[in-house]
């Protein structure tokens, strides 16, 4: 059997080489097709060597010419519209594994291209998703999570096609401040937020994880990939990140994926989907700590106020969700680089969607428009003032 062809957006970071280590456990079933990097060109060097791609893309031009020169058989290019190129290689499988809004137009021109799209960048749906999922049905590809919730969910959902769901139920595990109260959060720094009790992550999905504004782009994420009410789900915090997400449908009964805290997991549902990969580590004890006593409780959204405003803004719809989603990236980053406090993220996150006019139906150029003009007046606004 022909081994599956394969594109990485964002090989250099925590997703990118986390698939990067299963494909290496299974040489037998993928070749690397192209790679993506920002500015880690160093361990991209290394990959290349490793998985001996036919292209490579660099964030910077400069970049792009030295691993030509290096590797001169090696198709290489750069930019927004190397990633653009590299998104339309011909491949079987594209893992969207970028930060931010910057993974939306590769994977909207990935689909036009007819290729099914592992998908571990939420901000695509939450800013696009009736257009990334209307794309997706035209052009009749499969939009395969990655996320370990959505994964769990689309598992849940395998062999009841067509059976009525009652809810979503999306755990969360709390991030490092579960049980924090407002005033208590106002103290968090950037060191303290990245300590995430649990996975392993990039920085800004581990500040939104403590913000619990990852939560909330799940949230939003979810009701696009299984076409469902943002009311029917329900977050529900689980410390020991053990129920990875449940599924209940309409007679009640409640279907949950469980397993170990380890995203490549759910990476290597994607990359096998419809098989399963053989993986050669320990599963779950269920007799000793963490399985063996599991805890659910409601999230404390006075406390965690980014939860709320990814809900509202999925409510009030068209450009709400982008307004919101390119805020929070600018207000992170700025809480990373010590300028805003923790607290300063929701708060100005409320004051920028207040003063938005929502454009009720974005297409794709108009999306891109209010990103930038949101992150520029964020920045001004709130980081600057």
Request: hydrophobic share 40%; net charge negative; with cysteine.
């Amino acid at each position: 059997m022909a081994r599956k062809k394969i594109t990485i957006l964002g090989s250099t970071g925590s997703i990118g080489t986390q698939t990067l280590d299963v494909i290496s456990r299974h040489p037998e079933a993928f070749q690397v097709t192209a790679l993506t990097c920002g500015k880690n060109v160093d361990l991209l060097r290394k990959q290349i060597r490793t998985f001996r791609p036919e292209m490579v893309c660099t964030a910077e031009e400069e970049d792009a010419a030295a691993l030509k020169k290096e590797f001169p058989r090696l198709e290489v290019v750069s930019g927004k519209g190397g990633l653009i190129e590299a998104a339309e290689k011909e491949s079987d499988l594209l893992i969207n594994s970028l930060m931010g809004m910057r993974g939306m137009v590769p994977t909207y021109h990935a689909i036009q291209s007819g290729k099914d799209i592992a998908l571990a960048n939420k901000e695509t749906l939450v800013t696009g998703g009736h257009l990334i999922m209307d794309a997706v049905k035209k052009n009749k590809v499969n939009m395969l999570p990655v996320d370990s919730e959505h994964s769990a969910i689309f598992q849940c959902l395998q062999g009841n096609k067509g059976k009525k769901i009652r809810r979503i139920l999306l755990t969360a595990s709390g991030g490092p401040f579960r049980g924090w109260n407002y005033s208590q959060l106002k103290t968090v720094t950037p060191e303290m937020a990245l300590k995430h009790p649990n996975w392993k992550m990039g920085r800004k999905i581990t500040i939104d994880s403590a913000t619990m504004m990852n939560k909330g782009l799940e949230m939003i994420e979810a009701k696009w990939l299984f076409h469902v009410d943002i009311d029917d789900i329900q977050v529900l915090v689980h410390p020991q990140s053990i129920v990875h997400s449940a599924v209940e449908f309409d007679d009640t009964t409640v279907i949950a994926q469980m397993g170990k805290a380890d995203m490549r997991i759910p990476i290597s549902v994607a990359l096998g989907y419809p098989e399963r990969l053989h993986w050669d580590g320990e599963g779950l004890d269920f007799f000793h700590s963490p399985a063996n006593q599991l805890t659910f409780e409601e999230p404390d959204t006075t406390a965690f106020r980014c939860l709320p405003l990814a809900v509202s803004a999925s409510k009030e719809g068209g450009s709400c969700p982008a307004v919101m989603n390119a805020a929070n990236e600018v207000l992170v980053q700025a809480f990373l680089d010590h300028k805003i406090g923790f607290t300063d993220i929701p708060e100005s996150i409320e004051k920028i969607m207040q003063q938005h006019h929502k454009v009720e139906n974005p297409d794709l150029t108009q999306i891109l428009e209010i990103d930038e003009q949101t992150r520029e007046k964020t920045y001004r606004d709130f980081v600057e003032k």
